[in-house]
């Protein structure tokens, strides 16, 4: 399934697009847990290779990788562990360099394609030294979604959206991931950037934590990714009929926004 192409189709027949994040091996029921974000309207799935040092993650992450680090995860398994799901929506994993070179580049590409993954985002390798692990990605059909941020300046945004795959990240906010009362004020600039610098997906993530927050995020891009407000739910106890529930509430609320634009 090509990640790009699929969500190119949802956005331009006029749907909001929405991207859950859910951490890669935590708990017993976790491939439960994706497989019911899928049912509940997740246009594709960001899955979190647990890493012990994720600087971009704030506490919610961060717990939730320790949880599955302590209980065994690695990006193996989880790869290993994802081939054994039967649904119809894109997998993006997410992780950090140091897994991927020390697996070797080509080797965690075709440890991906073998799970059924159809992307990566790896947030601390900038566009200058991509060269590696993007020549092993492209190769191996594994889109490589890359990140703009609102420090980022017009011409290197421009560049990075000439080489990123499958969508454009926009990060909403300077800051680490984790749950916000309200919507940061540069969320939308960094949304209308995006949008008017590329014609490929553009998705906001961040600190969006609300069906509220995704619909307002959502005006000023293609759609949206929501993490640390699912994530907190599961470190809480919820399985996958909550997840199941918090993500239909999100599409709800971005499904609503679409009509009522």
């Known amino acids: 399934m090509n990640l790009e192409s699929t969500l190119r189709v949802k956005r331009d027949a006029g749907k909001k697009l929405l991207v859950p994040y859910v951490t890669g091996g935590l708990g017993a029921a976790w491939l439960d847990v994706v497989r019911a974000v899928a049912l509940a309207g997740a ?24 949880r599955a680090l302590d ?8 790869a ?16 950090y360099y140091n897994p991927v070179q020390h697996a070797g580049h080509e080797r965690f ?8 993954v159809d992307a990566a985002i790896v947030p601390d390798l900038p566009l200058d030294e991509l060269d590696g692990w993007g020549d092993a ?9 890359l990140l703009a941020g609102p420090t980022t300046g017009d011409e290197r945004l421009q560049r ?14 300077m800051g680490v991931t984790g749950e916000r009362d309200h919507l940061a004020g540069q969320a939308k600039v960094m949304g209308q950037r995006c949008k008017a610098a590329t014609d490929k997906p553009v998705l906001l993530g961040l600190g969006i934590s609300t069906p509220a927050q995704a619909a307002e995020a959502a005006d000023a891009a293609d759609g949206v990714i929501v993490g640390s407000a699912l994530v907190r739910r ?7 009929e ?3 529930a918090f993500v239909a509430s999100l599409r709800a609320g971005l499904d609503a926004d679409s009509v009522s634009g």
Request: net charge negative; hydrophobic share 45%; with cysteine.
């Open 234 to 240: 599961l470190l809480e106890g919820g399985g996958p």
């Open 71 to 78: 209980i065994g995860a690695t990006p193996a398994g989880i």
């Open 137 to 145: 990605a492209d190769a191996a059909g594994i889109e490589t979604v």
């Open 109 to 116: 590409a075709a440890q991906l394609v073998a799970g059924g």
């Open 242 to 244: 909550e997840a199941g």
């Open 160 to 173: 990075i959206c000439e080489r990123t795959r499958g969508f454009l990240y926009g990060v909403a906010l």
């Open 80 to 95: 290993a562990d994802l081939s054994r799901l039967d649904i119809d929506v894109p997998l993006v994993v997410m992780t």
């Open 43 to 66: 246009d594709a799935i960001e899955i979190g290779i647990p890493f012990s040092d994720p600087v971009m993650d704030g506490r919610t992450i961060q717990e939730a990788s320790q």
